[in-house]
C-alpha cells in the first residue's frame, strides 16, 4: 500500500461520500456545474478527439489542440497528451482542469513509486490507480482518459471513462470528435501496422474529428512510444488556418497623453520601533 | 454524449445477455460483449464481462460498467484474502455471498448485477444470482440482463438438468445468439466459459460464426 499510494491510503470497502443517493438531487446538481462552467471563463473544456492504435512494439497516440468554454475557443495550442511515467503518456478528454490535475497527482505518485520501489511503473498500474480514483468520485471527475504505454510486458492501451469504467483495446477514440475518429480507425486499423502507417491512420482520424466536430480544432498532437523511447510531435500537423494579423497591437510609450499629475506624499507617523539582532556567528 | 434520465445508467452501460447454466459435471457461464452509452451508441464491441474471480469461480457482470467493474474488483480480493486465510479453494456460494454483501450495503449507489458461477469440491457445479438490490438466489440455469427478456421462453423449454457439456454449451450460445439478434443493446461475441473440476475453458465465438434462425 504504501509503495503504490502516497496519497491518504483510501479506506478499505466502498466509499460512497461524494454522491447523494438521491437521483434527483444529482441531476440538480449537474445542471448548476455546468452553467458554472461557461460562466467562469478560466475553467474550459475540451471535448476533442484523441485517438491511438496500437503497434507491435509501441503505441501511438494522438490528439487536437482545441480547448473550448462552450462556443468560445480557449486555448488554440492546449497540450492534451500528459506525462504520466517516462513509458506512460496519457490523453485526456473532457474537463480541462480535471484531466490536467488527475493525470498530474497519477504521475506524481508513479514518480514516488518508482523512487520507493525501484521499479518502472506498468501500464495497468496507472489504469488501476485511475479506476479507483474516477470511481470514488461517481463521475464528478469529468475525466475521459486514454493511457497509452510500453512496460516490462509489452506494449499496452487502455481507456478510462469518467465513471470508472476500464477497456483494454489495440485501438480507441474519446472526446466529442470520438465518432467520426473512429470511424476512420474502424476502417484503416490492421493489427500488422507499421510505425508510419500507424501515424498516418491517427492523423487522418483525428483530422477527421477536427473537420467534423466543433469541439476539435487545429493542431494534432503525436506521441509515439516504443521500448527505445518517447517520440513526443507537436505539432504533428500544423493547422491550414492561421493568424494573420494586419495590424500592430503593441502601443509605444506616451501614445495615452497625460494631461494632469498630482503626486500626494502619504505622511507616517512611527509608532513602535523594535530592533531585533540578527545571529551572524 | 450522455443521457441522464432515471431509469438509465450513467456513463457506460453494460446493456446485456448473460447466462449461466449446469450440467453434468460442470457448469458454463457466457455472455454477450457489447457496451453502451445511453442507448444509443456502443462504446465497446468487444467487452470482458465474464470475469475471473477465482481459480474456479466466475462472475458475468450486468448494469452499470463502472460499478460492476469497481464490485468484481473488490470481490476478487476479498475472495483472494479468504481462500488465503481458509487455506483452501473457496466455495461458489463465498463468492455469491461477497458480491450479495457488496450489492446489498451499497444498492442505493450501485447499479449492478451479477451471476457467479463455478465449481467446488463440497457442493460441485453451482450457479447463483445476485439480482439489483442485493438478492442471492441459487438457481441450475438463470439469465440475466436486458436481453434476457427475449429469451426466457427458450430456456424454459430448451433446458434440462444433466444435459452434457456439449450440449450445455450449444444450449447456451444459441441462448446468446437469440438474445443477441433481438436486443439492441446486446450484441458482439459471446464470451462462454467452462468451469469443471479439472479446469476452465474459455470459448469466444465471434458475431459472424453464431448459429443463424429461420430469419437470418
Redesign the interface.
Known sequence: MALSNVLEAPAA??N?EN?S?V?ENN?YV?VNEIHQRSVVFSSFFFPSPVFYPLLQDGVVLGADTRATSSEVVADKMCSKIHYMAPNIYCCGAGTAADTEKTTDLVASNLTIFSLNSGRKPRVVMAVNIL?DL??RY??QIGASLILGGVDCTGSHLYTV???????K?PYLAMG?GN?AAMGIMEDGFRPDLELDQAKQLVRSAIQAGILNDLGSGHNIDLCVITDRGVDYIRPYQESQYKDHRTNKYRFRQGTTPVLTDTVVPLELEVVEEKVQQMETS | MEKVCDAQIKGVSTGTTILAATFDGGVVIGSDSRASIGGEYVSSKTINKVIQVHDRVFCCMSGSLADAQAVTKAAKFHLALHSVQMETPPLVIAAATILKDLCYRNKEELQAGFITAGWDQKRGAQVYVVSLGGMLVSQPVTIGGSGSTYIYGYVDAKYKPDMSREECLQFAINALALAMGRDNVSGGVANLAVITESGVEHVVVPGNKLPTFHDD
Open positions: 470497502g466502498f460512497f454522491s443517493s437521483p441531476l449537474r479506476q474516477l470511481y461517481r463521475g471513462g469518467p465513471y470508472g469504467s476500464v477497456d483495446k466529442s465518432l
